[in-house]
């Protein structure tokens, strides 16, 4: 099975503006950004609750540990989240009606349970083929954030710590090398 294509930050950029003008606006933007700007898998976006994201205050974290039970693993693990994220999550706690924290982050339309990773990821398929990016799947957005985080020069450990991998190794499978990582590689050599 070939892997999931990874996009751009003006794909990324554009993909939020056609979630902005479609149904469930404030979900899907959240579900994507914790996937493109978190590195989330879809299982961990899946299970996550309103509580797991939110301080006591109602602001949101800038790192949550999420339990084993959440986790592709058996071990539980921490993830960061950036501003944008954070906006993003903040937006969509804001929409809801009456929000809890035992509530799912991310709901199916009109429910108030979480996605299974299998019904999550088919609405990931489906947003990405929606806005005209093919090829994409609800890894895309990890894939993507590792890859722009090695273009950008981060160390491959800061990445395993970012998606949450077990191994160095696991990590290479996620990285990409666009055109533009290509072309700055080879100005290295003038």
Not at 126 to 142: D, F, I, K, Q, V
């Amino acid at each position: 099975m070939a892997q999931a294509r990874t996009i751009d930050a003006k794909q990324a950029k554009a993909l939020f503006a056609f979630i902005k003008c479609n149904k469930n606006a404030e979900r899907n933007a959240a579900m994507f950004s914790l996937s493109y700007h978190c590195a989330l898998r879809v299982c961990e976006i899946a299970a996550l609750t309103i509580g797991d994201v939110l301080n006591k205050d109602k602001t949101i974290k800038s790192v949550v540990f999420l339990e084993a039970t959440k986790t592709k693993g058996k071990k539980g693990r921490e993830f960061f989240i950036n501003s944008s994220a954070k906006k993003h999550i903040a937006t969509l706690i804001k929409s809801m009606p009456n929000p809890q924290v035992h509530q799912p982050l991310i709901q199916p339309m009109g429910k108030y349970k979480h996605f299974t990773a299998n019904s999550l990821s088919i609405t990931f398929k489906n947003m990405y083929e929606s806005a005209g990016l093919y090829g994409c799947s609800s890894h895309s957005g990890r894939r993507s954030c590792a890859t722009a985080l090695a273009q950008n020069g981060v160390s491959i450990r800061i990445i395993q710590k970012v998606g949450g991998w077990a191994s160095l190794q696991s990590v290479a499978p996620y990285l990409d090398a666009n055109e533009e990582m290509i072309k700055n590689a080879l100005e290295l050599q003038v």
